[in-house]
């Protein structure tokens, strides 16, 4: 756990140290509704992100970005009784971001990583993200689904995911 957030809070620097050379730091909120498998032990999805783009042509942006993803547990009840309650888990993705502009300030893009669990008994697992969203000058808002391949740990039998759905809104330094 240690190395996790020595690693993230190097990548972290190491984006703001680019930062103030020039622009394209985002720092993002994003909510999320789990879906699929993930709806079944979560009810809720938050977290925050801080990427760095870097433009590789007129409307092409190339970069790397570290966040926190937590995902709320969900309970069970039977008669109004609580009967179990499922853990909240949390992850740090370590990811590339890619974001295409079009010409009228809408804008696809994409993330690929590898999502770090926080949570102990779980292992990390693969991250990706696509999106799709409209550019203002100092802001982004997006829509986008949300994939982690993570589990418990020691299990080779179980191949958990955690889906979302989410909305965010970047604000540009």
Known sequence: MKK???TATFAVAGMVGVSAQTTGVEGTVHVGIPVGETAD?????????????HPIANNF???????Y??????EYKINNV???EKDDVGFIPLAATAKYEFGNNLFVGADLGYAFATTDGYEGGLFWQPKIGYSAST???YAGYKGISAGPENNNTVDWKYNAVSVGF???F
């Open 41 to 53: 032990v979560s009810s809720f999805n938050i977290g925050v992100d801080l990427a760095y783009l």
């Open 139 to 141: 802001w982004d808002l």
């Open 69 to 74: 993803d937590h995902f709320i547990g969900k």
């Open 170 to 172: 970047a604000y540009k």
């Open 61 to 67: 942006k190339l970069g790397a970005k570290v966040g």
């Open 82 to 84: 609580v009967v179990a």
């Open 4 to 6: 996790v957030l020595l």
